[in-house]
């Protein structure tokens, strides 16, 4: 049986508030989610945190397991990433031109945070993260090898874990 874990980024803020069309946004979302997740993760990101709870209220369904703030999914050095986005755009491609170092270190600490989660999830389990872009996109990285593209705010990828072998499928 497989597990899963949703990568989601959180919705339209200004600084680390949503803004009321990212409190929309995420309520939205909510409505469109699975309901059975074991896990529920912020990065601990004030608009991280307001956009799962948007999202958790968009669902409308009532869960045992309540939410873990775990800065494991957010950046330490945000610095560095958005000098890396000025010299090289977007993207994680772009990111490893800039900043090879940064790309692989950080690859690595998200990578092993989701590998963390796939391990606590139970046969058939599912796990929503809400953090940010690119780290994201770096962890499946880290975890995958695969560079996926940037995720659009209150966007996600799904990392799935079937028979010892993971899997990025996108969301529709």
């Not at 200004?14 to 979302?29: E, M």
């Not at 991280?48 to 957010?74: K, N």
């Not at 170092?101 to 945070?113: C, H, Q």
């Amino acid at each position: 049986m497989a597990r899963v874990v949703e990568l989601r980024r959180h919705t339209e803020a200004d600084g680390d508030v949503l803004t009321p069309n990212g409190v929309q946004a995420a309520v939205v979302i909510g409505t469109r989610l699975e309901a059975g997740y074991d896990v529920l993760i912020s990065s601990g990101a004030q608009r991280a945190t307001q956009s799962l709870a948007c999202m958790l209220a968009g669902l409308g369904r009532r869960l045992e397991c309540g939410v873990t703030v775990d800065p494991t999914f957010r950046s330490e050095v945000e610095e560095r990433w958005f000098a890396a986005a000025k010299k090289g755009g977007g993207g994680l491609e772009s990111f490893k031109a800039a900043d090879p170092g940064l790309v692989e270190e950080e690859a690595r600490r998200f990578g092993d945070g989701v590998r963390r989660v796939f391990q606590s999830l139970p046969e058939g389990g599912r796990a929503l993260i809400v953090g940010h872009s690119p780290m994201h996109e770096v962890a499946v990285y880290g975890l995958t090898g695969e560079i996926v593209p940037p995720i659009r705010k209150g966007g996600a990828v799904i990392v799935v874990e079937a028979e010892g072998t993971l899997r990025v499928e996108p969301v529709v």
